[in-house]
């Protein structure tokens, strides 16, 4: 007798045990690593545009600021300092730190300069003393000029305003108006388009990272898929189901199945899209055959919803069927190449089940229509008997080899 060690069952589940620690250990690892890289990421992109911040508003307010008359500078200053301070605080730190007292002192030393002196006015009376011949008086002395301020006096040159000058540099502060209004709300787009790309871009890494992840460690469990997939054979379509089931199963643990899968090119890609392919198939008209199958009327339901329910139904299992011979000749070649049993595709397979409990639906439609019969008018007994031979009809169009029990039902009807 063979001991709990020497048992292939339980060497597989201790085998299978072992696999799964590992894998929750390295997945635990390497989400610890992501974490780390991602606030790094995120680090670098706020340093980064708090860098471009400050430069951009100091360039701004340098332009504001240095003026060459002192008119609305106090306002203009405010103004961008308040802009400055809602788009970014670390540069409105910057801002509210006092200059030195040498900057400070250069400023004042640019914008009071004195003004020249203003031009004498011509004296009337020396061009009367001129024209009667009386010897002109001269002019009294000028005025002592004013004391050089203590701003200037270390300067030889002294700097005077031309208009021209100021014309021109206004011109431009009315142009970078409009400019910075402008790019002021392509400014706000910018940055909520720079947000989502930030997040587009963590997400797409994380997703990656994710699939290399994969990639590296579930090598071995794909390789041994593999070669399950390839070295597969099959007596009944129940066992492909079994096996597209627990195949399905395995590959639940990787991130995403093709991107994982398109780094092994020996995975049979083909042949499991087809194993996958017949397996749905076979289930979804299983499914349907045991809908009709175990379809019962409900006296209680009103007539006309009863035998819409009947109807589609029907509706369901026809286009069934016809998707089947439809597709069946070049479905059943491609199954044949991977071995994949096709008899159930035949017309003595699933379709003659869904042929048989077509005939069971028109049953219950017959009963129905039967017994609503003798509780309405002669004129609605025509109109339910036309109905009642109309889906007899039809169901006969499908399954003609039971024509004998739709017959049945129709004499019923007329009787």
């Not at 970014?88 to 914008?111: F, G, S, W, Y």
Request: hydrophobic share 35%; proline share 7%; aromatic share 6%.
């Amino acid at each position: 007798m063979l001991s709990d060690e020497d048992d292939p069952d339980f060497i597989a589940i201790k085998e299978k045990l072992k696999t799964s620690l590992q894998r929750l250990f390295y997945l635990e690892k390497e989400n610890e690593q992501l974490k780390e890289e991602v606030a790094q990421l995120k680090a670098k992109v706020r340093s980064n545009k708090i860098a471009q911040n400050i430069g951009k508003h100091s360039v701004l307010l340098r332009k504001k600021l240095i003026t060459g008359n002192n008119i609305g500078t106090d306002y203009q200053k405010q103004i961008v300092e308040s802009q400055i301070s809602e788009d970014c605080p670390a540069v409105e730190k910057l801002i509210c730190r006092p200059d030195p007292p040498e900057t400070t002192q250069k400023m004042e030393e640019q914008t009071l300069v004195p003004k020249p002196p203003p031009r004498p006015i011509p004296d009337l009376s020396v061009k009367e003393n001129e024209r009667n011949g009386r010897p002109a008086i001269g002019p009294p002395p000028p005025p002592p000029p004013p004391p050089p301020s203590k701003f200037s006096a270390g300067s030889a040159n002294v700097v005077r305003r031309v208009p021209g000058v100021m014309e021109f540099y206004h011109s431009l502060t009315r142009k970078d108006s409009r400019i910075d209004s402008n790019t002021s709300i392509a400014g706000v787009q910018i940055a909520a388009n720079a947000r989502n790309m930030i997040g587009e871009i963590e997400n797409r890494s994380r997703y990656l990272m994710a699939i290399k992840s994969d990639v590296e460690t579930q090598g071995d469990l794909i390789r041994f898929l593999t070669k399950e997939v390839v070295n597969a054979t099959f007596k009944d379509i129940a066992d492909v189901e079994a096996l597209v089931k627990w195949l399905d199963r395995e590959l639940s643990y990787l991130v995403d199945e093709r991107a994982v899968l398109k780094h092994f090119p020996e995975w049979p890609e083909q042949k499991a899209d087809a194993m996958r392919e017949a397996a749905f198939s076979y289930r979804d008209l299983f499914n349907l055959k045991s809908e009709v199958a175990s379809f019962k009327d409900n006296p209680k339901e009103p007539l006309s919803l009863a035998l819409k329910r009947m109807q589609a139904l029907q509706d369901r299992l026809e286009r069934s069927v016809h998707n089947i011979q439809r597709t069946r000749d070049s479905v059943s070649k491609r199954y044949r190449g991977f071995q994949i049993p096709c008899e159930w595709m035949l017309e003595t397979g699933m379709i003659s089940q869904l042929k048989l409990s077509s005939v069971r639906l028109v049953k219950e439609y017959m009963r129905r229509v039967t017994s609503e019969l003798h509780a309405k008018e002669p004129t609605q007994r025509e109109d339910l008997i036309l109905q009642g031979a109309r889906f007899a009809f039809r169901v006969h169009q499908v399954s003609f080899f039971h024509v004998l029990h739709i017959l049945f039902y129709c004499s019923l009807l007329i009787c």
